[in-house]
Every structure is written in C-alpha cells, then in structure tokens.
C-alpha cells in the first residue's frame, strides 16, 4: 500500500483520516494523537506535512471480528 487511496481497500485494518489545521504544534498533535491511541485504540499510520502548516494524518487499527462486542477490561 504505497499510495492514500489504497488504505481503505486494507481487509485487516481500518483507517481514520484527520486534518489538523495550520498553527497547531507539534506537541498539541502528539497530544491529540495519543488521546486517540489510548482511548481508542488507534495508532499512527501515515503523516502529511503541507507547506501551509496543515497536516493529514492517518490513524489505524485492528478490525474486531464481526458480531463480537468490545469488551472493556
């Protein structure tokens, strides 16, 4: 998968794109990004730096197996 367009045709995971806006730091997206990791069991997949500042992210994680629930331990 070299390209954007091919992440969503990936059967084992499943993909989230974000745009962080122009002017927010780099530890105020590493913040965010971790709130995503923690809670929801995202990780990082892939960044793009604009010349604007701007940045689109890609988050992943595991497909749960159809028809079982999440289970919070």
Same mark, same amino acid.
């Given at each position: 998968?070299?390209?954007?367009?091919?992440?969503?045709?990936?059967?084992?995971?499943? /993909?989230?794109p974000l745009r962080?806006?122009?002017?927010?730091?780099?530890?105020?997206?590493?913040?965010?990004?971790?709130?995503?990791?923690? /809670?929801?069991?995202?990780? *990082?997949?892939?960044? *793009?730096? /604009?010349?604007?500042?701007?940045?689109?992210?890609? *988050?992943?994680?595991?497909?749960?197996?159809?028809? *079982?629930?999440?289970?919070?331990?």
């Amino acid at each position: 998968m070299t390209t954007a367009e091919g992440l969503d045709t990936d059967p084992d995971w499943e /993909y989230r794109p974000l745009r962080l806006p122009p002017g927010i730091t780099r530890i105020s997206a590493a913040t965010q990004l971790s709130i995503h990791a923690e /809670y929801s069991g995202w990780e *990082l997949s892939r960044v *793009l730096l /604009y010349s604007d500042g701007s940045r689109k992210i890609w *988050l992943r994680r595991k497909r749960s197996t159809p028809g *079982l629930p999440n289970i919070i331990t």
